[in-house]
């Protein structure tokens, strides 16, 4: 291991420490030289100075800070506390934002989390804490919710997250190569595009191979692009079996053939099949948009995943 640089803060003591990657900064959680608990924000540049310290309370319990990358949410639980703080932290001052407090009157010894991928999104649930109560002998789940009437999914609190692929294999990472991770959408119904070590594979056969090792980042990136090119390309002569039975017929029944209804039972014969065909159209439109949200994943993944040295 590399050391780049070390600080010495005699104000803190530092007991946790939580790296923020998309801020470039580190969080810690300890307590000051007057044994009150305290975190500090830092920059990962420059870790002779923190840039804000912040006294808590007295209490002597360890604070377990947990840090969600994806809506920059903080939490700060302490062990045998009942309670649990939010933070929203920012890359300019004041930093951190105090927003509100989780009361209980258990105490928790111990607490986990539930990746993003595991969260009810139907629900608006952020983040999921699984709570140690020794008192009961019981785990605890406990959900943060963001209050919505609107039942539909939300993409303003639900951006694109950490998949459960990996981006590097084991002697990618020995050999000093750097990759963000693999994205993935929480979206029902999408899937996570493949990593860049199964997408090469897949297109060994029919690549060059000098090209792949030399620069494979770019290489899966034209190769999506030349996927997307051939099916513009194929216009509305290239549309498949399904694309076309829904373009000129309606319910199996030509527009232009079509007559109007002679009486009220035709009438209402016709609005329910106009009504299934809407729903039909509704659900293939679902489809093609989940369907260019996988290729913009991919296109996103491909570009991440170009390779470029880093230090171990």
Sequence with gaps: ????????????????????????????????????????????????????????????????????????????????????????????????????????????????????????????????????????????????????????YQDDIYPMTAGNRPALSAEEWLSGIDKGPVLMSLKPGSQIAESYSEMGKGLGNTLDTRRSHSRPGMLQLAYIQ?????KEGKGDGGNTEEERSWTPVSNGEDYGLCSPPKNENELRLKFHKQQEEIRRLRELLNQRDVRVTQLELEMKNMKNSQPHQGSL
Aim: aromatic residues 10%.
């Design 1 to 152: 291991m590399l050391c780049l640089q070390e600080a010495n803060c005699k104000t803190h003591k530092a007991s946790k420490v939580l790296f923020l990657g998309n801020l470039k900064m580190l969080f810690t959680s300890g307590t000051s030289r007057w044994n009150d608990r305290q975190f500090a924000l830092w920059d990962q540049d420059d870790l002779s100075v923190p840039l804000l310290e912040e006294n808590l309370d007295g209490s002597s319990g360890v604070l377990f800070p947990f840090y969600d990358p994806d809506t920059h949410m903080l939490y700060l639980a302490g062990k045998g506390d009942g309670n649990m703080r939010y933070y929203e932290i920012g890359s300019e001052k004041p930093y951190i934002h105090y927003l509100t407090e989780y009361r209980s009157h258990q105490p928790q010894k111990g607490m986990g989390v539930m990746p993003k991928r595991g969260l009810d999104v139907s629900s608006c649930e952020v983040f999921r804490f699984y709570k140690l109560v020794t008192t009961k002998s019981l785990i605890e789940p406990l959900s943060m919710i963001v209050p919505r009437r609107s039942e539909s």
């Design 226 to 230: 030349d996927k997307l090119e051939t």
